[in-house]
């Protein structure tokens, strides 16, 4: 191929070439401040990444306070994702006080949009009784609602081999209305009630 005759080939080659020579780190750091700018603006989307961002330190330096700070923007606006993170955050102590009541209030929330992975944890906590009244049976309604994530097949199982058959018949009736109020709330969320 004949590149003389094609300048605007080798520019855009060049310009491919150009864009290649940033670092991982420093593309990290160009995808926060792309985030940044658009969570100054409201975007709940970007909010909760630059609240994932300040958590991991990935792309800025690690700090839980600003996590905290960013997923409650988001969390406020109805973003189950962030919830789900700021859920996360209290229950553990980081960048926030520990508080068991506020992290089940918001995986509650976000697991009542059909938002999985705050179904998924809340599984966790019906399992292990945190926050919550330890309850096997809504642990497996809760991890039932949750079977797109790989976390809550292997809940489900561990709790079928401790659980009577009539627990299991319980667990899958409290799914069952589980899955019927979310679907309710959701359908009404939509109409605007």
Same mark, same amino acid.
């Given at each position: 191929?004949?590149?003389?005759?094609?300048?605007?080939?080798?520019?855009?080659?060049?310009?491919?070439?150009?864009?290649?020579?940033?670092?991982?780190?420093?593309?990290?750091?160009?995808?926060?401040?792309?985030?940044?700018?658009?969570?100054?603006?409201?975007?709940?989307?970007?909010?909760?990444?630059?609240?994932?961002?300040?958590?991991?330190?990935?792309?800025?330096?690690?700090?839980? *306070?600003?996590?905290?700070?960013?997923?409650?923007? /988001?969390?406020?606006?109805?973003? #189950?994702? @962030?919830?789900?993170? =700021? %859920?996360?955050?209290?229950?553990?102590?980081?960048?926030?006080?520990?508080?068991?009541?506020?992290?089940?209030?918001?995986?509650?929330?976000?697991?009542?949009?059909?938002?999985?992975?705050?179904?998924?944890?809340?599984? *966790?906590?019906?399992?292990?009784?945190?926050?919550? /009244?330890?309850?096997?049976?809504? #642990?497996? @309604?809760?991890?039932? =609602? %949750?079977?797109?994530?790989?976390?809550?097949?292997?809940?489900?199982?561990?709790?079928?081999?401790?659980?009577?058959?009539?627990?299991?018949?319980?667990?899958?009736?409290?799914?069952?209305?589980?899955?019927?109020?979310?679907?309710?709330?959701?359908?009404?969320?939509?109409?605007?009630?």
């Amino acid at each position: 191929m004949n590149f003389a005759a094609r300048p605007w080939l080798v520019a855009v080659i060049l310009g491919l070439l150009a864009g290649c020579s940033d670092t991982p780190e420093q593309r990290l750091i160009k995808e926060f401040e792309d985030y940044k700018t658009k969570a100054e603006k409201g975007d709940v989307h970007a909010q909760k990444e630059i609240a994932e961002k300040f958590r991991t330190g990935k792309g800025v330096k690690k700090d839980q *306070v600003q996590a905290v700070f960013w997923y409650q923007k /988001a969390a406020k606006q109805g973003y #189950a994702p @962030a919830q789900n993170g =700021l %859920a996360f955050c209290y229950m553990f102590g980081m960048g926030a006080e520990k508080d068991e009541i506020q992290a089940i209030s918001l995986y509650q929330t976000a697991a009542e949009q059909g938002y999985a992975p705050a179904q998924s944890f809340l599984g *966790v906590c019906y399992a292990l009784g945190w926050g919550v /009244a330890k309850d096997e049976i809504e #642990a497996y @309604a809760f991890h039932s =609602l %949750a079977r797109t994530e790989d976390a809550s097949h292997k809940w489900l199982a561990t709790l079928q081999k401790k659980m009577s058959a009539g627990q299991i018949v319980a667990g899958e009736r409290r799914f069952r209305e589980l899955q019927k109020e979310i679907e309710a709330k959701i359908a009404a969320k939509k109409a605007g009630k």
